[in-house]
């Protein structure tokens, strides 16, 4: 079922999408039906979703779109596309939905957006930073992290060690005591969480 060609080519509204993709607004969960009929929320979506598609579609740029998509990949990315209008969220959004566009989905999973949906924007800050300066194989001591961050972004110290411990319960960074520090590691699970955030290559 070629869902995400559609989208990205057709669908301007969820209203549109009645007609143009039957079969996934069926299969979309029961939460979703129970709003249809509000006229906020379905404008609030359209609008999500349109912002979404509009960030997508140069990413996806001149690529051949993939016809392998299936309704049970798909269907949680548009749900979350549609509820979600927090802008570091969409562009997050926008990047999954061009590498399921274009088939570049190996090693997806699809609990990767439940992670997401449970993050604070503090919290992505602190992973991608994370994931981009410090190393992948090594513990970092905590007080590094922290005073990395905070010289770099406008978070402050208690948002900062708020959002590593939600990143810890979330799978994305390992806890250890070390001898004289407390010191976090990169974890398998939020290192591919990171890399499916990026763009398609």
Not at 145 to 165: F, G, P, Q
Request: hydrophobic residues 35%; charged residues 25%.
């Amino acid at each position: 079922m070629d869902i995400l060609p559609a989208i990205i080519e057709s669908v301007k509204s969820v209203n549109e999408m009645k007609i143009i993709m039957p079969e996934l607004l069926s299969a979309m969960n029961e939460t979703f039906g129970k709003y249809v009929t509000d006229p906020i929320r379905i404008s609030r979506q359209q609008q999500n979703l349109d912002t979404v598609m509009d960030l997508a579609r140069p990413k996806i740029g001149s690529r051949e779109c993939s016809h392998d998509t299936s309704e049970a990949e798909a269907r949680p990315l548009l749900e979350a596309i549609q509820d979600d209008d927090r802008k570091e969220l969409q562009e997050i959004w926008a990047n999954m939905l061009a590498k399921f566009a274009t088939g570049q989905t190996n090693g997806f999973r699809r609990d990767f957006i439940e992670t997401l949906k449970k993050m604070e924007v503090f919290d992505i800050i602190c992973l991608n930073f994370i994931m981009e300066n410090c190393n992948s194989s090594q513990s970092t001591q905590i007080g590094n992290i922290v005073l990395k961050i905070n010289s770099r972004t406008s978070i402050d110290y208690d948002d900062i060690n708020i959002s590593i411990e939600k990143l810890i319960s979330l799978g994305c960074l390992h806890h250890r005591d070390g001898s004289f520090a407390e010191s976090y590691l990169q974890t398998s699970y939020g290192k591919k969480l990171y890399q499916a955030c990026q763009p398609p290559k």
